[in-house]
């Protein structure tokens, strides 16, 4: 069993900034993948970014291109700078973990609230 606890949520203006963390414990197996899903209300719940813990520096992500996704894997934790936010930001960010190389089910953080406000 692998256990996520998140932090770092809140509510900011349009062009604000916020930075979600994410830390692990438990059965930590490496290599694993951590990263970021989001759900907004009425919605379904989508990939924002992840990241293998075989893989060096921070990265943006491909679904807005304003987030930079960066790991410490001495502490099993995953972090999302949020930049530039908007309002079609607004959702709950979801940490997950999971094996990479293997078949493996995901791991769910408790999810934590974005509003973006204009």
């Known amino acids: 069993q692998v256990q996520l606890v998140e932090s770092g949520g809140g509510s900011v203006l349009t062009g604000g900034s916020l930075n979600l963390s994410c830390t692990a414990s438990g059965d930590i197996f490496r290599p694993n993948i951590m990263g970021w899903f989001r759900q907004a209300p009425g919605g379904q719940r989508e990939l924002v970014a992840h990241?293998?813990?075989?893989?060096?520096?921070p990265s943006v992500d491909s679904l807005t291109g304003r987030f930079l996704i960066s790991r410490d894997n001495a502490h099993d934790t995953v972090h999302l700078q949020m930049n530039n936010l908007q309002p079609e930001d607004t959702a709950v960010y979801y940490c997950?973990?999971?094996?990479?190389?293997?078949?493996?089910?995901?791991?769910w953080g408790q999810g934590v609230q974005v509003t973006v406000s204009s």
């Open positions: 990241m293998q813990s075989d893989v060096d520096g």
């Open positions: 997950d973990w999971r094996r990479s190389n293997t078949v493996s089910p995901h791991y």
